[in-house]
């Protein structure tokens, strides 16, 4: 067996054994897609529920969110402390920015939609980072860019990374998530 001489190859191994056709996105993507809209439907019948007053909306949600849970287990089959939770949490909250900056654009907001559509993005890459082990939740805190925390993290990270240009823009740990993200999990063959 051949050794595997860095984590971007380790991802790119993995996604090419789920793919069907290399061309599509890998399996675990599409269903984190798949997740994400299956929270959206969740609070959909919540809030259906709500406005009309008819319960049929709420007897819904049991099913979906089994489906959900059932479909996340795929990704996330172990977990520590709240690692399931705060995963839910980051696809919902990606979904949501995603749709109020496609909202914005149809407002003719630009600028606007592209700021909410990158920290959408940032959302799904920390939800990849977490559920690939790639960061350490008891080195997870929210701190200040210029604080020594923050370099210490940004350094782990720098290992993993391995520095890529779109990783040293800012020093920030997101940052860094982002480019990983972007390289190693890239959803497409060219």
Same mark, same amino acid.
């Given at each position: 067996?051949?050794?595997?001489?860095?984590?971007?190859?380790?991802?790119?191994?993995?996604?090419?054994?789920?793919?069907?056709?290399?061309?599509?996105?890998?399996?675990?993507?599409?269903?984190?897609?798949?997740?994400?809209?299956?929270?959206?439907?969740?609070?959909?019948?919540?809030?259906?529920?709500?406005?009309?007053?008819?319960? @049929?909306?709420?007897?819904? /949600?049991? &099913?979906?969110? $089994?489906?959900? *849970?059932? %479909?996340?287990? #795929?990704?996330?089959?172990?977990?520590?402390?709240?690692?399931?939770?705060?995963?839910?949490?980051?696809?919902?909250?990606?979904?949501?920015?995603?749709?109020?900056?496609?909202?914005?654009?149809s407002l003719n907001h630009p600028e606007e939609a592209y700021k909410?559509?990158?920290?959408?993005?940032?959302?799904?890459?920390?939800?990849?980072?977490?559920?690939?082990?790639?960061?350490?939740? @008891?080195?997870?805190?929210? /701190?200040? &860019?210029?604080? $020594?925390?923050? *370099?210490? %993290?940004?350094? #782990?990270?720098?290992?993993?990374?391995?520095?890529t240009p779109a990783a040293t823009e800012k020093t920030g740990a997101?940052?860094?998530?982002?480019?990983?993200?972007?390289?190693?999990?890239?959803?497409?063959?060219?």
């Open positions: 067996m051949k050794k595997i001489d860095n984590v971007k190859e380790f991802v790119e191994k993995i996604d090419s054994s789920k793919k069907v056709n290399p061309k599509d996105l890998s399996s675990d993507q599409d269903l984190s897609i798949a997740i994400m809209n299956l929270i959206s439907i969740e609070e959909h019948l919540v809030f259906s529920g709500a406005k009309t007053g008819k319960n @049929s909306f709420y007897d819904l /949600i049991q &099913d979906i969110r $089994e489906m959900r *849970k059932n %479909l996340m287990q #795929k990704i996330i089959p172990s977990y520590e402390g709240e690692v399931w939770c705060i995963s839910k949490h980051l696809l919902a909250s990606s979904m949501r920015l995603i749709e109020v900056g496609t909202k914005q654009q909410l559509f990158n920290q959408a993005y940032e959302l799904y890459c920390l939800f990849w980072g977490l559920n690939m082990n790639m960061l350490n939740v @008891s080195d997870v805190k929210w /701190i200040e &860019d210029k604080s $020594e925390d923050i *370099k210490k %993290l940004s350094a #782990k990270l720098d290992t993993v990374t391995k520095e997101l940052t860094k998530m982002k480019a990983f993200v972007r390289k190693a999990v890239d959803c497409c063959i060219e």
